[in-house]
């Protein structure tokens, strides 16, 4: 299923393209191909090319690893999270690697990261959705993630699946229009609350 962003601006056909979805197919993610998700994190821009991020990944292909990823979702995002075929955890490193001073810019940099393999993920016909709702700690005790490594967000991906394979109510939320604030609403210029020009469309 399709759910191009109807924008006021153009933008890429990546950018439209790229959304959320709740319905994966059982479809395995070729290793290849996750190697390249991977490696469009990777590249990335980072505060002082410090790469502050890593990554947990468990594919179906390993119950025992999914089985212990689907545990650390809230009962809401396992409901339908355990549909995809590969399940991920992003991690980011709060102090810089070169001199252990706290890098305030980890977690932006991490969130690049991802959605850079976000978009590689859309390029490539495959669909990212990432949650908030995880248990952080629960993660850190099961995957032995140390002190200094701080869980972020968990990630669902895979191919899309048909949203008749969700519940009604979630089917209802993946069929919704997508929806966004205007960009003259956080762009500006100036000072604090003056919309810049090129926003006002
Ligand atoms: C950091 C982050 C946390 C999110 N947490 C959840 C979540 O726990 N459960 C969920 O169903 N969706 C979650 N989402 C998905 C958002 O609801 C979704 O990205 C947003 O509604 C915009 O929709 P779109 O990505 O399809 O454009 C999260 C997205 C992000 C980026």
Redesign the pocket.
Do not use: T
């Given at each position: 299923m399709q759910?191009a962003a109807v924008t006021d601006h153009p933008v890429h056909e990546l950018i439209r393209n790229?959304?959320?979805p709740?319905a994966f197919s059982d479809k395995p993610v070729e290793p290849a191909v996750l190697g390249s998700l991977f490696e469009a994190a990777r590249w990335a821009a980072s505060s002082f090319n410090d790469q502050p991020w890593a990554y947990l990944v468990a594919t179906k292909e390993d119950p025992e690893s999914f089985r212990k990823m689907l545990g650390v979702l809230?009962e809401?995002?396992q409901d339908w999270a355990k549909n995809a075929p590969v399940l991920a955890i992003s991690v980011a490193r709060r102090n810089f690697a070169h001199n252990g001073t706290p890098n305030r810019n980890a977690l932006y940099d991490t969130g690049a990261a991802t959605a850079l393999l976000s978009v590689e993920a859309t390029a490539r016909g495959l669909a990212v959705?990432?949650?908030?709702?995880f248990d952080a700690e629960k993660a850190r005790q099961t995957f032995a993630i140390p002190e200094e490594w701080e869980p972020i967000?968990a990630i669902a991906l895979g191919y899309r699946g048909t949203p008749d394979s969700l519940s009604p109510k979630l089917k209802e939320r993946e069929l919704a229009p997508?929806t966004r604030k205007p960009i003259r609403e956080f762009v500006m210029t100036g000072s604090w609350g003056h919309t810049a020009s090129f926003a006002l469309k």
């Open positions: 759910k790229r959304w959320s709740r809230v809401f995002n959705h990432q949650m908030a709702g967000a997508r």
